[in-house]
């Protein structure tokens, strides 16, 4: 007989759902490839601006907004600023981590360029920094210019395969010591703080099991405080139909979600009561990905300027491509590290258990690091809005 679940819906009514396998053979659940399609390589001839562009925009950043303006407008130059249409007022509340988005948008920029033979000169906030509020000033200005000299960098290789996986990892396998070394040799010029808790020639599983704990909470404080709870709600894009629309956000391709949303029956807009089935599941989810993690890679800066977030961004998207070329994965954990009252305990206990004390530092990345799970796929790619979608050719705005 076929199992039923009951669910808990926004207003407090109950259905009757059937399972995931009573919708096998269904379609309009899964990512359509048209939301995918950024991520097959560009022609080789194309215009070098928007190659560089075309790999740019598969960078990681927050919550896939994709928040990246191109200027094409001075033939010589690729201006980029912040779309503010895009930002995460409640959980990044003064965009930090959507500047290191653009900080990695920058890196891979670089990277496509070197593939190309060119060479990259990037000039950050070349108008000046804004402090707590971006405004439309530009967060880099990158000139390129072919050279015998440069040779492709080895990261871009993995750009096509760099990904973002929440899924469990391998519990048996905290990180090994010469991989961390590796990741490690990627960022040692820059000048921040980089360290891994939780290697194979030092396990550390009292600190490892004392992150996970703060991540859960910083979670579970994040989906139940509604104002950050409907602020990711709103970016929800759920099933085939809703993805292929947007192109960016929080995918959502479970069958039976996908099938409540077109019965009308699961709402987008509607906060969910702390204890509701969705929230519960989501928690224990999040929990067993958790409780799977045996290593945590974390960045820090002396300081917390937008130059210091952006190179942060940048880091990070060098530690992201060198772990897929090792076969690592990697999911940033960023609640507990985000400047809202509701996770200034946990954010405050993070810096502590990596004892880089705010406010003199600030921890900008925290992130799960591991080997999949035995049998495992390969994590798919998440939607790209596409080139075109982020190119302005006309009069640049005013300030
Ligand atoms: C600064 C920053 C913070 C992020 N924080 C989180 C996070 O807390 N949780 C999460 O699941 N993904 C997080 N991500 C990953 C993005 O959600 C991911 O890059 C985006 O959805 C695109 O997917 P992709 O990386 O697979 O291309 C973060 C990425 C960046 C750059």
């Known amino acids: 007989m076929e199992r039923r679940h009951f669910i808990r819906i926004a207003g407090g009514g109950v259905v009757v759902a059937a399972t995931a396998g009573a919708f096998a053979g269904c379609s309009g659940f899964g990512i359509p490839a048209s939301a995918t399609a950024a991520w097959q390589p560009p022609p080789n001839d194309m215009d070098i601006r928007r190659f560089v562009l075309s790999y740019a925009l598969l960078a990681p950043n927050p919550h896939n907004r994709q928040p990246w303006i191109a200027d094409l407008s001075d033939p010589e130059a690729i201006s980029l600023r912040v779309d503010r249409a895009r930002l995460l007022p409640e959980t990044d509340p003064f965009s930090r981590q959507i500047v290191m988005g653009c900080g990695a948008f920058v890196e891979l920029l670089r990277l496509a360029a070197t593939a190309r033979g060119y060479y990259s000169e990037i000039t950050l906030f070349p108008d000046g920094a804004p402090s707590d509020t971006l405004d439309d000033r530009p967060f880099a200005r990158v000139t390129l210019t072919q050279s015998p000299g440069v ?14 996986d929440r899924r469990e990892y391998d519990s048996t396998r905290p990180v090994a010591t010469a991989d961390v070394l590796v990741l490690q040799s990627t960022v040692q010029t820059a000048p921040l703080q980089f360290g891994v808790v939780g290697q194979s020639g030092n396990t550390d599983d009292g600190r490892v099991a004392a992150i996970r704990l703060v991540t859960n909470d910083a979670w579970r404080a994040e989906l139940i405080t509604e104002r950050t709870m409907l602020e990711s709600m709103h970016l929800l894009r759920v099933g085939s139909a809703e993805i292929d629309e947007h192109r960016d956000g929080i995918v959502i391709t479970s069958p039976m979600l996908v099938t409540l949303k077109r019965l009308g029956l699961f709402s987008t807009t509607t906060f969910p009561a702390p204890d509701s089935k969705g929230t519960v599941s989501q928690l224990a989810k999040f929990d067993a990905a958790s409780a799977s993690t045996r290593s945590y890679l974390w960045l820090a800066t002396e300081g917390n300027s937008r130059e210091q977030q952006l190179l942060a961004g940048r880091a990070y998207a060098r530690l992201n491509l060198m772990g897929a070329s090792l076969g690592l994965v990697m999911h940033p954990n960023s609640q507990a590290l985000q400047e809202y009252a509701e996770v200034s305990a946990q954010r405050a206990a993070i810096h502590t258990l990596l004892q880089v004390p ?9 992130a799960r690091v591991g080997y999949p799970a035995a049998g495992s796929d390969e994590e798919g790619p998440a939607p790209r809005r596409g080139l075109a979608a982020h190119l302005h050719e006309g009069p640049r705005p005013r300030v």
């Open 358 to 366: 705010a406010p003199q530092f600030t921890v900008q990345m925290l």
């Open 151 to 164: 040779q492709p960098d080895l990261l871009f290789r993995s750009a096509l395969k760099r990904r973002t």
